[in-house]
């Protein structure tokens, strides 16, 4: 395989009327090494159906290979983005100190529990808390300040991507571990998220099928970026049940609906508390129902529960500490919900390819 046989390869890939799907000049460059094969396209946004179709007539006709097209700075793997029956999933909080981060690492440790291989990237910019949360400190990779831009958005064969930490079975990758200061983030902004939290899903040799991203915290323009620009195959909501906490959920809401992120669900946190006299059952909020109003199902609840936080500080989370009390079932039932949202979501694009 090389750079004009995949070349000529896309040029046969034409409409009804004959018309090549993808014109030469919409070709910027075809890189071919042993094993990957990544087309660079027009900065220009390409049709999903048409990255669709280029991909999977290219990886029928380059067995073993594979394939990636890149385009505007996206990038498309197959599937839903990061490749055939792979998914990243974003957990959004809105409101801050919901719980988000903590939710995402135990929906990552239960689903790798599973069976699944399973990422988790922090990818909260202002306080990325997910290393410490799962024990893992490193030292020697650290850089002060920034990713050189040209690092950042430098496309890797698949042997030369850094490799992500492991810890407690998960791969593990951190905003935290590229970008030490907060100052800089402030300064480059919007390119900043969107290419950092890019090169981190892409760019690192993952294995894992599923990646879970602790999303940045707020309804601003980190998470409209990542919205709109990140493989997402689905978003899981975290809110306490106070209606101001949803009320920011809301607004996110509506930034998945434009760009066709689906919500696989939410999780309710801190949803209520058990009597350490007479274990009754307290709400901590009033039980706000905006965002079930607005179609979103609930997953599961998860209490108010201390060792949830000191858990955390130790680095052993709560679902491995505790693996058979009432947080840890709970835990399962979300995550059974999501593996089911899953697989029904692989379905769905084979019911497409097939019809
Ligand atoms: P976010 O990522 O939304 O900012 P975190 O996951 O960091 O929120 O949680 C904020 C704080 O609340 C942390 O100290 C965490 O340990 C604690 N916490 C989260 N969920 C619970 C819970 N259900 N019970 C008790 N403490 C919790």
């Known amino acids: ?26 070709i910027t460059s075809v890189t071919v090494e042993p094993g990957w094969i990544a087309v660079i396209l027009t900065e220009q946004p390409v049709p999903r159906d048409v990255l669709v179709r280029a991909h999977s007539h290219l990886s029928a006709a380059c067995a073993g290979y594979e394939v990636e097209l890149r385009c505007g700075g996206r990038v498309f793997r197959g599937g839903y983005g990061f490749g055939a029956k792979r998914h990243v999933i974003a957990v959004i909080g809105g409101k801050g100190g919901v719980g988000k981060s903590t939710i995402a690492v135990s929906l990552s440790l239960t689903l790798a529990a599973m069976g699944f291989r399973v990422g988790v990237l922090d990818g909260d910019l202002n306080g990325p808390d997910i290393p410490h949360m799962l024990g893992v400190h490193p030292k020697k990779d650290r850089q002060r300040g920034a990713w050189p831009r040209e690092r950042v958005n430098a496309i ?68 409209q970026v990542m919205v709109r620009e990140l493989p997402l195959s689905g978003a899981v909501f975290v809110t306490t049940p106070q209606d101001l906490a949803q009320m920011d959920a809301e607004r996110t809401l509506a930034h998945l609906r434009e760009h066709d992120v689906p919500v696989i669900g939410m999780v309710q946190n801190m949803a209520s508390l058990s009597c350490p006299h007479c274990a009754e059952s307290i709400d901590l909020y009033g039980a706000s129902t905006r965002l079930e109003d607005a ?28 693996p058979r009390g009432p947080v840890a079932y709970e835990f399962a039932r979300i995550s059974a919900s999501v593996r089911r949202w899953l697989a029904d979501r692989d379905q769905q694009l084979l019911d497409a390819a097939a019809a």
């Open 156 to 223: 890797r064969a698949p042997q030369s991507r850094r490799k992500p930490y492991q810890r407690w079975g998960l791969e593990v990758m951190s905003v935290g571990f590229v970008v030490t200061e907060r100052a800089p983030l402030a300064a480059t902004g919007r390119w900043l998220v969107s290419s950092l939290l890019r090169n981190l899903i892409f760019d690192v040799a993952w294995t894992a099928d599923i990646i879970v991203i602790d999303a940045p915290p707020g309804t601003g323009e980190e998470i």
């Open 295 to 322: 179609g979103v199902r609930v997953l599961g609840r998860i209490p108010f529960d201390t060792r949830l936080s000191v858990t955390a500080d130790r680095g052993l989370p709560l679902v491995l500490g505790d």
């Open 1 to 26: 395989m090389d750079e004009r046989a995949v070349r000529e390869l896309l040029a046969a890939l034409t409409d009804s009327a004959g018309t090549p799907l993808l014109a030469e000049e919409l």
